[in-house]
């Protein structure tokens, strides 16, 4: 089991910029590749951005390339989302998620088995 909990959620203004970060412990060992998704009400969940165990790969939605940026830190068993340029269509709530198998699996969209409890991003126009 891998454990993750989100947080740096917040409001703020469209342009302004949020960082979240999410905690992963537990089952660490499988070396998951960690990803982001967020949901916002009425609509389904959908993919945000994932990067590789080693932090060699990453990969982005066409919707936040250019303005988002995932990094991680091993050492802290720590993955960011820099959030930069937000508009009010970023508003959601984010989650951070993980994969076992690898960055794969996100490049088709999919998740892991692995979720945070969420955070929520609202962004003011």
């Known amino acids: 089991q891998v454990q993750l909990v989100e947080s740096g959620g917040g409001l703020v203004q469209a342009g302004g910029s949020l960082r979240l970060s999410c905690v992963a412990s537990g089952r660490t060992s499988s070396n998951p590749a960690m990803g982001w998704f967020r949901q916002a009400p009425g609509k389904e969940r959908e993919f945000v951005a994932a990067?590789?165990?080693?932090?060699?790969?990453?990969h982005a939605a066409d919707s936040v390339k250019g303005r988002f940026t995932v990094s991680k830190d091993n050492a802290k068993n720590t993955v960011y989302l820099q959030m930069n340029s937000l508009k009010p269509e970023d508003t959601a709530v984010y989650y951070c998620n993980a994969d076992p198998r690898g960055i794969s699996s996100y490049y088709l969209g999919a998740a892991g088995n692995y979720w945070g409890q969420g955070t929520q991003v609202t962004v003011s126009s």
């Open positions: 990067i590789s165990w080693s932090g060699g790969s990453t």
